[in-house]
């Protein structure tokens, strides 16, 4: 069974950058049958895809957020990892990593609450 699990602060000042990282267990992020993506949820609002990483390394990412986001992965660890550049309490949100297969998230983490606030 796939299980992923977010980390990282929870509290981040304006103008810096946000990272998140998370670790998988069960199935290999190198494994050709998914791909690992960031999703998050702002306070009342929706989910919001932010990108994903593919079994090989290769990133894509909202076009909404593909100027502050970098998306990357440490496969002797396997796990992978969120930046995001300059927030504002905009970004303010539950932050989760999730597995994706047939484009379709499949497994989540319990999330990670991140305030941007000074």
């Known amino acids: 069974q796939v299980q992923l699990q977010e980390s990282g602060p929870g509290l981040v000042k304006p103008s810096q950058t946000l990272s998140l990282t998370c670790t998988v267990s069960?199935?290999?992020?190198?494994?050709?049958?998914?791909?690992w993506s960031w999703i998050r949820q702002p306070p009342g609002k929706g989910l919001e895809w932010m990108g994903v990483i593919h079994y090989d390394g290769s990133t894509y990412y909202s076009p909404f957020l593909k100027s502050r986001t970098s998306i990357f992965r440490d496969t002797s660890k396997n796990m992978f990892s969120l930046q995001l550049s300059s927030v504002t309490p905009v970004d303010t949100a539950v932050y989760y990593c999730a597995s994706i297969s047939w484009r379709v998230p499949r497994n989540w983490g319990q999330g990670t609450q991140v305030t941007v606030s000074s």
């Open positions: 069960g199935e290999s992020i190198t494994n050709n049958d998914y791909a």
